[in-house]
Protein backbone atom coordinates (compact mmCIF):
# COMPACT_ATOMS: atom_id res chain seq x y z
CA UNK A 1 0.00 0.00 0.00
CA UNK A 2 1.28 3.43 -1.37
CA UNK A 3 2.47 5.45 1.77
CA UNK A 4 4.94 7.94 3.03
CA UNK A 5 7.71 7.65 5.90
CA UNK A 6 9.54 10.41 7.74
CA UNK A 7 12.52 10.35 9.33
CA UNK A 8 14.48 13.01 11.51
CA UNK A 9 13.85 15.74 13.75
CA UNK A 10 14.46 15.97 17.35
CA UNK A 11 15.92 18.43 19.35
CA UNK A 12 18.16 21.36 18.77
CA UNK A 13 19.29 24.42 20.39
CA UNK A 14 18.33 27.92 18.36
CA UNK A 15 20.45 27.80 15.44
CA UNK A 16 20.90 24.38 14.87
CA UNK A 17 20.25 22.71 11.81
CA UNK A 18 18.14 19.45 10.85
CA UNK A 19 17.34 17.46 8.40
CA UNK A 20 14.03 15.75 7.62
CA UNK A 21 13.60 13.14 4.91
CA UNK A 22 9.90 12.00 3.36
CA UNK A 23 10.67 8.71 1.29
CA UNK A 24 7.94 7.03 -0.85
CA UNK A 25 6.59 3.38 -0.31
CA UNK A 26 5.14 2.20 -2.94
CA UNK A 27 4.56 4.80 -5.63
CA UNK A 28 7.60 7.31 -7.12
CA UNK A 29 7.61 10.77 -6.94
CA UNK A 30 7.36 11.36 -10.88
CA UNK A 31 4.52 13.54 -11.29
CA UNK A 32 3.93 15.22 -7.47
CA UNK A 33 3.82 17.82 -5.75
CA UNK A 34 5.47 17.68 -2.10
CA UNK A 35 4.59 19.80 0.08
CA UNK A 36 6.07 20.01 4.05
CA UNK A 37 3.37 21.41 6.60
CA UNK A 38 3.71 21.69 10.62
CA UNK A 39 1.30 22.02 13.29
CA UNK A 40 2.29 24.09 16.55
CA UNK A 41 0.43 23.10 19.78
CA UNK A 42 -2.55 25.30 20.21
CA UNK A 43 -2.12 26.17 15.91
CA UNK A 44 -3.85 25.62 12.69
CA UNK A 45 -1.04 23.43 10.74
CA UNK A 46 0.62 25.93 8.18
CA UNK A 47 2.68 25.40 4.98
CA UNK A 48 6.09 25.60 5.06
CA UNK A 49 7.85 24.27 1.53
CA UNK A 50 6.75 22.39 -1.79
CA UNK A 51 8.82 21.35 -4.35
CA UNK A 52 7.17 20.11 -8.00
CA UNK A 53 9.04 16.80 -8.86
CA UNK A 54 8.70 17.56 -12.86
CA UNK A 55 10.39 20.78 -12.67
CA UNK A 56 11.96 20.54 -9.54
CA UNK A 57 10.54 24.50 -8.82
CA UNK A 58 10.13 25.10 -4.97
CA UNK A 59 8.03 27.29 -3.05
CA UNK A 60 8.69 28.49 0.74
CA UNK A 61 6.57 30.42 3.19
CA UNK A 62 8.22 33.83 4.39
CA UNK A 63 8.60 32.64 7.76
CA UNK A 64 11.44 30.21 6.33
CA UNK A 65 12.43 31.04 3.06
CA UNK A 66 16.25 31.93 3.17
CA UNK A 67 16.74 28.99 6.05
CA UNK A 68 14.99 26.35 4.59
CA UNK A 69 15.57 24.30 1.33
CA UNK A 70 13.62 21.19 -0.06
CA UNK A 71 15.21 19.29 -2.42
CA UNK A 72 15.04 15.79 -3.93
CA UNK A 73 17.39 13.25 -3.59
CA UNK A 74 20.03 14.14 -7.07
CA UNK A 75 19.11 10.50 -8.83
CA UNK A 76 15.88 10.21 -7.81
CA UNK A 77 16.34 6.15 -7.37
CA UNK A 78 15.35 6.80 -3.55
CA UNK A 79 12.41 8.36 -3.84
CA UNK A 80 12.99 10.80 -0.99
CA UNK A 81 12.28 14.49 -0.78
CA UNK A 82 13.78 16.34 2.07
CA UNK A 83 13.52 19.82 4.12
CA UNK A 84 17.12 21.18 5.17
CA UNK A 85 16.44 23.37 8.10
CA UNK A 86 19.18 26.02 9.40
CA UNK A 87 19.17 28.74 11.90
CA UNK A 88 16.23 26.98 13.92
CA UNK A 89 13.87 29.34 15.67
CA UNK A 90 11.95 28.64 18.98
CA UNK A 91 9.25 29.24 16.95
CA UNK A 92 10.09 26.67 14.72
CA UNK A 93 9.14 23.72 16.89
CA UNK A 94 6.36 21.73 15.79
CA UNK A 95 5.23 18.68 14.56
CA UNK A 96 6.18 18.37 10.65
CA UNK A 97 4.22 16.73 7.92
CA UNK A 98 5.08 15.85 4.43
CA UNK A 99 2.78 15.19 1.93
CA UNK A 100 2.03 13.95 -1.70
CA UNK A 101 -0.17 14.89 -4.17
CA UNK A 102 -0.63 13.59 -7.52
CA UNK A 103 -0.41 16.64 -10.46
CA UNK A 104 -2.37 14.36 -13.22
CA UNK A 105 -4.70 11.25 -13.50
CA UNK A 106 -5.66 9.22 -10.80
CA UNK A 107 -6.32 11.75 -7.98
CA UNK A 108 -3.84 10.81 -4.81
CA UNK A 109 -2.89 12.37 -1.49
CA UNK A 110 -0.46 10.94 0.73
CA UNK A 111 0.39 11.76 4.22
CA UNK A 112 3.65 11.12 6.53
CA UNK A 113 3.05 10.34 9.81
CA UNK A 114 4.64 13.33 11.18
CA UNK A 115 7.92 14.31 12.86
CA UNK A 116 8.81 16.30 16.11
CA UNK A 117 11.01 19.29 15.87
CA UNK A 118 11.93 21.14 18.81
CA UNK A 119 14.13 24.24 18.88
CA UNK A 120 14.84 24.71 22.47
CA UNK A 121 17.92 26.42 24.60
Known amino acids: QAHLVQSGGGLVQPGESLRLSCAAS????????INWYRQAPGKEREFVAR??????????ADSVKGRFTISRDRDNAKNTVYLQMNSLKPEDTAVYYC????????????WGQGTQVTVSS
Open 99 to 110: NAKSLWGTYTDY
Open 26 to 33: GFTFNSHV
Open 51 to 60: IISTSGSTNY
